[in-house]
């Protein structure tokens, strides 16, 4: 069965540094790898996807991920963070149409 | 370009009563998603519907129904309501395709008292 984990429930870091949220996979054949932002009392944004290709994903507000095949990771990443990128991070794997959730991570930026 | 638009923002009802969501997906999209996001359960897939069809279905029980309309425009149903199905309800929609993202409305937060 397909799964993604993202290992830490928050992620803490000061505005202006470099910020990575951690998503591994599981999965047979090749994967259709999301991320998505939710704000409080909102829906999932669309960040960005990694279906073939480069490995280096680029999305939008400045995100990005890496895909390692290896390692089997996901990982967002956005070379400085604001104080606004604070909000509540998925990673996601699509599976016979529908999207498998990892459990979701924290971002907080303080200033 | 509209969003993915739900309906209502807001429900309350109590337990054994039945509750309707609607959703609208993004003008030329065909697939319209459902997920309940509970406190506590993370994000579940509840159905996919395609062209009218239902594609697959999540591991919920069968009072959780819904069906798409030939205008693409879905609903969701949840009969003999309980507690447990207080949750936020988000709808999303995509293009055909496998490999499209999935794009989401702000949800229909369902309290059950």
């Known amino acids: 069965a397909q799964s993604v984990a993202q290992p830490e429930d928050q992620v803490n870091v000061a505005e202006g540094n470099p910020l990575t949220v951690k998503c591994t996979y599981s999965?047979?054949?090749?994967?259709?790898l999301f991320w998505y932002v939710q704000y409080p009392n909102r829906g999932l944004q669309f960040l960005l996807k990694y279906i073939t290709g480069d490995n280096l994903v680029k999305g939008s507000y400045g995100f990005e991920a890496e895909f390692n095949k290896s390692q089997t990771s996901f990982h967002l990443k956005k070379p400085s963070a604001l104080v606004s990128d604070s909000a509540l991070y998925f990673c996601?794997?699509?599976?016979?149409?529908?999207?498998?959730f990892g459990q979701g991570t924290t971002l907080q930026v303080k200033p | 370009e509209a969003g993915v638009t739900q309906s209502p923002t807001h429900l309350i009802k109590t337990r054994g009563q039945q509750a309707t969501l609607r959703c609208s997906p993004i003008?030329?999209?065909?697939?319209v998603y459902w997920y309940q996001q509970a406190l506590g359960l993370g994000l579940q897939f509840l159905l996919w519907?395609?062209?009218?069809?239902?594609?697959n279905r999540g591991n919920f029980p069968p009072r959780f129904s819904g069906r798409q309309f030939p205008n693409y425009s879905s609903e969701l149903n949840v009969n003999a309501l309980e507690l447990e199905d207080s949750a936020l309800y988000l709808c999303?929609?995509?293009?055909?395709?496998?490999?499209?993202?999935?794009?989401f409305g702000d949800g229909t937060r369902l309290s059950i008292l």
């Open positions: 999303a929609s995509s293009l055909k395709y496998s490999n499209q993202p999935q794009h």
């Open positions: 003008s030329g999209h065909t697939s």
């Open positions: 999965v047979s054949g090749n994967p259709y």
């Open positions: 519907y395609d062209e009218g069809e239902e594609r």
């Open positions: 996601a794997v699509r599976d016979v149409g529908k999207l498998i």
